[in-house]
């Protein structure tokens, strides 16, 4: 074949401006030495869309390849095929002749294969004494060879594509999933807010999404739900705030009610238990501050709770705070034992403490209970959290990737 020259006979067939466009674009680009030609059917298959095929036209295709005897597809060594129709049925799965011509069409058109007309149509190769093809007329698979660095390339693009699709599916699933749980957490703790409104809203976005989205479908969803999800933290936010304000204040009244120097009860017992221990037996302690630990000391010691954040990471104490709110009613701790824990120990500190619950979660029958109990203990001056975050960091191996 000469450079931009169509050397094909156009036969008895229609001659289309399309299909002579794709000739000579396949005639103005020089063929490679070889390419292995399962290789080349894997790429198209991946970049199918690009080149307007369907999974009968890449069956054709195989079929056709099937015919030619080596594995790598050589000009050297002829790159014309000539099987009948009834033969290439037969390895295209048995698809009728009609679906057969239809889609043998659709290849020509797209430019990946090229007739090789006979001059009654036929398909036949004459050979000489020695068994040899001189001349063949059939299919010329010879496109293939000259476009086989741009199909890999339509492939890979293809590829990232399909990749980035599969990443932000599972990012508006986690952003999905995140959004049905705060509210479920702001609606069970009487959160301010007009939540049946939001989770409306929540509703709505999630019917969008059509049984077979495209990316632009999710895309739209996605930016949406995040959009919504920042809302809720915001609100959420808001309102653990003004709930440590209020806590702050009815402390103070507290330590006011009792500043006489002969009282030795600094709160009212809440429990039965509390009420019968004997006060008089064990001097008062100055219940001291508790310590501030580094977040990343604390996700170290503490990674499960990093799955309870869009992304699976966390990154701010903000983000702590907000996930530590979603564990606590996974767990099953009351809102009023979280609120007591945050007014004693701190918002931060409370939630460090959730986290490191969650790490073991399977070793605590209630993890209310548990919170209650460190509570209680920490008011008393008789608990810090260092002890519980380095049995975390030492159980998940933080202690040696700290150390090393």
Excluded at 75 to 87: D, I
Excluded at 332 to 341: D, F, I, K, L
Aim: hydrophobic share 40%.
């Amino acid at each position: 074949m000469q450079s931009g020259r169509v050397t094909t006979p156009f036969g008895r067939r229609p001659m289309t401006l399309a299909l002579l466009k794709g000739q000579f674009e396949a005639g103005d680009t020089k063929p490679a030495v070889a390419i292995d030609k399962w290789k080349v059917l894997r790429d198209l298959s991946e970049a199918k869309a690009v080149f307007g095929l369907q999974d009968r036209a890449l069956a054709v295709l195989h079929a056709l390849l099937s015919f030619y005897p080596d594995t790598e597809l050589s000009e050297e060594r002829g790159l014309v095929v000539f099987p009948s129709n009834v033969q290439l049925s037969i390895r295209a799965h048995g698809i009728t002749g009609t679906t057969l011509r239809k889609h043998l069409g659709i290849l020509v058109e797209a430019g990946l294969i090229q007739r090789r007309d006979s001059p009654n149509g036929k398909r036949y190769a004459h050979r000489s004494r020695g068994g040899e093809i001189e001349q063949a007329f059939g299919f010329d698979l010879a496109p293939l060879i000259a476009r086989a660095g741009e199909i890999a390339l339509a492939a890979q693009e293809a590829a990232a594509e399909t990749l980035r699709f599969k990443r932000t599916r599972e990012a508006l699933t986690i952003c999905r999933r995140d959004v049905r749980k705060l509210i479920t957490a702001a609606m069970e703790e009487d959160a301010e807010g007009d939540w049946s409104r939001i989770e409306a809203m929540y509703i709505a976005l999630v019917a969008r999404l059509p049984r077979s989205p495209s990316q632009q479908d999710v895309d739209a969803v996605l930016e949406e739900m995040l959009m919504l999800r920042e809302e809720i933290l915001n609100q959420l936010e808001i309102h653990l705030k003004t709930q440590k304000s209020d806590g702050n204040d009815v402390e103070n009244r507290c330590h006011i009610h009792n500043s006489k120097p002969e009282s030795i009860y600094e709160l009212e017992p809440r429990s039965e238990k509390e009420q019968g221990e004997m006060p008089s037996q064990k001097p008062n302690r100055i219940v001291q501050p508790l310590k501030a630990y580094p977040l990343p000391l604390v996700l170290r010691a503490c990674p499960q709770i990093a799955d309870y954040m869009a992304g699976g990471r966390i990154e701010s104490w903000r983000e702590l705070m907000t996930a530590a709110v979603t564990v606590r009613s996974m767990l099953g701790v009351s809102p009023s034992a979280y609120q007591e824990a945050c007014e004693v120990l701190g918002p931060e500190n409370a939630a460090i403490a959730v986290a490191c619950i969650l790490e073991r979660a399977e070793f605590i029958n209630s993890a209310g209970g548990y919170l209650r109990d460190l509570t209680r203990r920490a008011k008393r001056g008789e608990f810090g959290l260092g002890p519980m975050l380095m049995a975390a960091l030492r159980m998940n191996g933080g202690a040696e990737k700290r150390s090393a």
